[in-house]
């Protein structure tokens, strides 16, 4: 499996930005795919997953209301739409294909993720 992220970018405090991510190699059974971010000198940490089938969402508090996973399955890309940004928010975000929403655990493969900086 491999993936790739993009979309990120260097925005002002309350504005918006949406990252993509397009997985390749992934298999064909039911499976979860999520956002994670890793901000300097923290570990990477969940942000959101969405069921690849069935569509069902899952977010960390720190993001909900804020922030909305979504997919396409023809273009097999996932999408993070953000929203109301903070400079908390500032990190490199990656995507992973095989998340338990259980766990909040991603055992897939990282990419090189993208950079997203909230700055004034």
């Known amino acids: 499996v491999q993936v790739e992220e993009s979309g990120g970018g260097l925005v002002q405090p309350g504005a918006s930005l949406n990252v993509s991510c397009v997985a390749t190699?992934?298999?064909?059974?039911?499976?979860?795919r999520a956002w994670f971010r890793q901000a300097p000198g923290k570990e990477r940490e969940f942000v959101a997953g969405?069921?690849?089938?069935?569509?069902?969402?899952v977010y960390a508090k720190y993001v909900q209301g804020r922030f909305t996973i979504s997919r396409d399955n023809a273009k097999n890309t996932m999408y993070l739409q953000m929203n109301s940004l903070k400079p908390e928010d500032t990190a490199v975000y990656y995507c992973n294909t095989d998340f338990s929403p259980i766990t909040l655990k991603a055992l897939g493969s990282w990419g090189q993720g993208t950079q997203v900086t909230v700055s004034s």
């Open positions: 969405i069921n690849w089938i069935g569509g069902a969402t």
């Open positions: 190699g992934v298999p064909s059974r039911p499976h979860v």
